[in-house]
C-alpha cells in the first residue's frame, strides 16, 4: 500500500504545488486505540467476511465505481468531489481546499503502520488467477488489508468537506465512505477491513479538526468552495 499511497497523493501533491504531504498533528497518533484487531480465523466475523467477498461480482456499479476511485488525489476524484459539494474543486478554484485534502493523505500513512502490524492477507491471496478492479494491489509485493487506507482517507475528507461546505454534508459523507465501501466491490478488501479504516479515520479527524493548521485550512476551503462556480457535468440526482 505504500506505492499505493505514493501514486495516490503524486498527481494532486503537485498540481498544488506540494512536494510531500506533511501532518496536521504535531505528535504521533497512536492508532492502536481506534483498530482493535481483525476478526479471528474461523470467527463468525471472519466468516461474514469472506463471504462478502465471494459474493462480490465483477463489472458491478460498486465495482465501476471503484475504478474511477483507485487513485484518490485526480481531477476525476476532484468531479466526484465537486459534484458532491455542489461546486467546481480545482486547482484554479480552489487550490487551499486541494492542498488541504493532500495533507491529509500524510494521516493514512496509520493505516500502513496498521497493517504492517496485524498483516491481514488480501482477500484473494491463494487463488490461482484472482479477479480484482485494482490490478495494483496483486502484484509482485502485494499489500496487506487491515484496515483500509482508502476507507480512512474516505473518512477524512468526506468529513473535512462537509464541514467546508455544511448544506452538502449527507452527500459529501456518502461519497468518503462509497470510497471505503467500493473497495469490497472491487474483492480487494473484507468489510471488516472498510470498518476498522473508517474508524481510524474518524479518530484522527477528531485529532486533526482541533489544531491550528487545519482550522486555518478548513476556514480558507469554506470562503474559496462558497466562491467557486458551480459544479457541471454532474450525474442526475
Not at 495533507?103 to 493514512?108: F, I, N, Q, R, Y
Not at 469490497?184 to 478488501?189: L, M
Not at 470498518?195 to 474559496?224: H, M, N, S
Request: hydrophobic share 45%; proline share 9%; net charge positive.
Amino acid at each position: 500500500m505504500q506505492a499505493i499511497v505514493a501514486v495516490m497523493i503524486s498527481g494532486m501533491a503537485l498540481a498544488c504545488g506540494a512536494l510531500a504531504p506533511v501532518s496536521y498533528l504535531a505528535a504521533p497518533f497512536d492508532w492502536r486505540a481506534a483498530v482493535t484487531p481483525p476478526p479471528a480465523p474461523g470467527s463468525t466475523a471472519a466468516a461474514a467476511d469472506r463471504a462478502a467477498y465471494l459474493a462480490a461480482a465483477p463489472d458491478s456499479p460498486g465495482w465501476r465505481a471503484a475504478q474511477t476511485q483507485l487513485r484518490l488525489l485526480t481531477p476525476e476524484m476532484n468531479a466526484q468531489f465537486s459534484c458532491a459539494a455542489g461546486r467546481r474543486l480545482s486547482p484554479e478554484t480552489t487550490p487551499r481546499t486541494l492542498a488541504m485534502l493532500v495533507k491529509l493523505t500524510a494521516e493514512t500513512e496509520l493505516s500502513e503502520a496498521a497493517k504492517t502490524q496485524f498483516k491481514r492477507d488480501r482477500p484473494f491471496v491463494g487463488e490461482a488467477k484472482p479477479v480484482t478492479c485494482d490490478p495494483r494491489v496483486g502484484g509482485a509485493t502485494p499489500s496487506f488489508s487491515y484496515p483500509s487506507g482508502h476507507a480512512m482517507y474516505g473518512a477524512l475528507a468526506g468529513r473535512a468537506l462537509a464541514a467546508a461546505v455544511p448544506e452538502r454534508a449527507a452527500a459529501l459523507l456518502a461519497l468518503g465512505a462509497g470510497i471505503g465501501t467500493n473497495r469490497v466491490a472491487c474483492r480487494v478488501h473484507y468489510p471488516s477491513d472498510i470498518a476498522a479504516g473508517q474508524r481510524l479515520g474518524d479518530a484522527v479527524y477528531d485529532a486533526v479538526a482541533a489544531t491550528p493548521g487545519f482550522k486555518a485550512d478548513l476556514a480558507a476551503a469554506r470562503a474559496e468552495i462558497a466562491a467557486a462556480p458551480q459544479a457541471t457535468g454532474c450525474p442526475a440526482a
